[in-house]
């Protein structure tokens, strides 16, 4: 991806001088990131070249960069399970896969007169983000007990956007509701279990890290314009030490495991990207903390896009899965995989 394409980022970016707080101002904002053309897939070569673009956005408005990462998996994940969606070029997609037990989607028929890729979906998904304008949406869904990918248009008979679900204040814009299918149609992407099973799975798992860093970055130049007249406050120097050195954790963790994927685009990367996400996690924690007890009450009142970040950046990081992840990590640390050699 050429450095142009960040500059054109840039550029969109800079037009917005604060988060949005709706979701029809998102969508604007969304169709202008999607005109610039698709990021490159995880394992392409250029998968480093995807996160700067994702931390770029997220250190702007991190409502925007869930929607955004949102239509780039879907994107990505289509182009790996080798499907070219028909569907127009500004098409807002949706990647929507969290699986609550009250809250799937079943393929509750296939018609005899359809193709075998054509099916039926009946029930609820739960935290739908950008339900209420994205376009189509890439889902996980249920035949039985087996999962599988359908892509669904939304501005269909069957599909019912509702207002339940979603009571944050943080990422509150992102409008992560339920969404209600009735004998909805479908096109199934990919077999059985194709979602979790293909490489891009942990890939992108790992991409999603870049997102809460992005977020964080915006933190710390708040922190680091605040200490510029106060370099002889010894309290201050030293919270902002500590948020250089996680930012720096973070930044180099995330151009390793960019590194490994590209070498190795077909591995399997579950330990990489558990690994990966647990150490920004712990940075963004750290920044979080130290931003706050440094800068006090004023930026959380008085700056709106710190205070927003401060409220969304929580919410986004509990994407991850905290001590279960730090648990399925600790298993696959065998003498074999471990790599803890110098």
Same mark, same amino acid.
């Given at each position: 991806?050429?450095?142009?394409?960040?500059?054109?980022?840039?550029?969109?970016?800079?037009?917005?001088?604060a988060?949005?707080?709706?979701?029809?101002?998102?969508?604007?904002?969304?169709?202008?990131?999607i005109?610039?053309?698709?990021?490159?897939?995880?394992?392409?070569?250029?998968?480093?070249?995807?996160?700067?673009?994702?931390?770029?956005?997220?250190?702007h408005?991190?409502?925007?960069?869930?929607?955004?990462? !949102?239509?780039?998996? +879907? *994107? &990505?994940?289509?182009?790996?399970? /080798?499907?070219t969606?028909?569907?127009? $070029?500004?098409?807002?997609?949706?990647?929507?896969a969290?699986?609550?037990?009250?809250?799937?989607?079943?393929?509750?028929?296939?018609?005899?007169?359809?193709?075998?890729?054509?099916?039926?979906?009946?029930?609820?998904?739960a935290?739908?983000?950008?339900?209420?304008?994205?376009?189509?949406?890439?889902?996980t869904?249920?035949?039985?007990?087996?999962?599988?990918?359908?892509?669904?248009?939304?501005?269909?008979?069957?599909?019912?956007?509702?207002?339940r679900g979603?009571?944050?204040?943080?990422?509150?814009?992102?409008a992560?509701?339920?969404v209600?299918?009735?004998?909805?149609?479908?096109?199934?992407?990919?077999?059985?279990?194709?979602?979790?099973?293909r490489?891009?799975?942990?890939?992108?798992?790992?991409?999603?890290?870049?997102?809460?860093? !992005?977020?964080?970055? +915006? *933190? &710390?130049?708040?922190?680091?314009? /605040?200490?510029?007249?106060?370099?002889? $406050?010894?309290?201050?120097?030293?919270?902002?030490?500590?948020?250089?050195?996680?930012?720096?954790?973070?930044?180099?963790?995330?151009?390793?495991?960019?590194?490994?994927?590209?070498?190795?685009?077909?591995?399997?990367?579950?330990?990489?990207?558990?690994?990966?996400?647990?150490?920004?996690?712990?940075?963004?924690?750290?920044?979080?903390?130290?931003?706050?007890?440094?800068?006090?009450?004023?930026?959380?009142c008085?700056?709106?896009?710190?205070?927003?970040?401060?409220?969304?950046?929580?919410?986004?990081?509990?994407?991850?899965?905290?001590?279960?992840?730090?648990?399925?990590?600790?298993?696959?640390?065998?003498?074999?995989?471990?790599?803890?050699?110098?």
């Amino acid at each position: 991806m050429a450095a142009s394409f960040l500059q054109r980022l840039s550029d969109v970016l800079a037009c917005h001088d604060a988060p949005a707080e709706t979701i029809f101002e998102l969508a604007t904002l969304l169709d202008q990131l999607i005109a610039l053309g698709p990021l490159p897939c995880p394992g392409s070569g250029e998968t480093l070249s995807r996160w700067r673009a994702l931390y770029q956005v997220a250190g702007h408005d991190l409502a925007l960069t869930k929607l955004y990462e !949102g239509h780039t998996d +879907a *994107l &990505a994940i289509m182009a790996e399970l /080798g499907v070219t969606p028909d569907t127009p $070029d500004d098409a807002r997609w949706a990647m929507w896969a969290a699986e609550p037990p009250q809250a799937r989607v079943q393929i509750s028929a296939q018609a005899s007169h359809y193709h075998d890729d054509q099916a039926r979906l009946n029930g609820t998904k739960a935290w739908c983000s950008g339900a209420p304008m994205v376009t189509h949406a890439l889902m996980t869904v249920w035949h039985e007990d087996r999962q599988r990918l359908a892509a669904v248009a939304l501005d269909q008979e069957g599909v019912t956007v509702t207002d339940r679900g979603w009571q944050a204040i943080g990422m509150q814009a992102t409008a992560s509701v339920e969404v209600g299918f009735s004998d909805a149609h479908a096109t199934l992407i990919g077999g059985f279990d194709a979602y979790i099973a293909r490489p891009g799975f942990w890939q992108g798992g790992a991409g999603i890290a870049a997102c809460w860093l !992005g977020g964080a970055h +915006a *933190l &710390a130049r708040t922190l680091q314009a /605040g200490a510029a007249s106060r370099q002889d $406050d010894p309290l201050m120097m030293a919270h902002l030490g500590h948020v250089d050195v996680a930012l720096q954790t973070g930044l180099i963790a995330l151009r390793d495991a960019a590194a490994v994927i590209d070498a190795h685009p077909d591995r399997e990367a579950r330990t990489l990207a558990l690994r990966t996400r647990a150490i920004i996690e712990h940075s963004v924690e750290q920044i979080i903390a130290h931003c706050g007890r440094a800068l006090g009450a004023g930026p959380f009142c008085r700056d709106r896009h710190f205070a927003h970040m401060m409220a969304d950046l929580p919410v986004y990081l509990r994407q991850s899965h905290a001590e279960r992840d730090l648990s399925a990590l600790g298993k696959l640390c065998d003498d074999a995989s471990s790599g803890w050699s110098l």
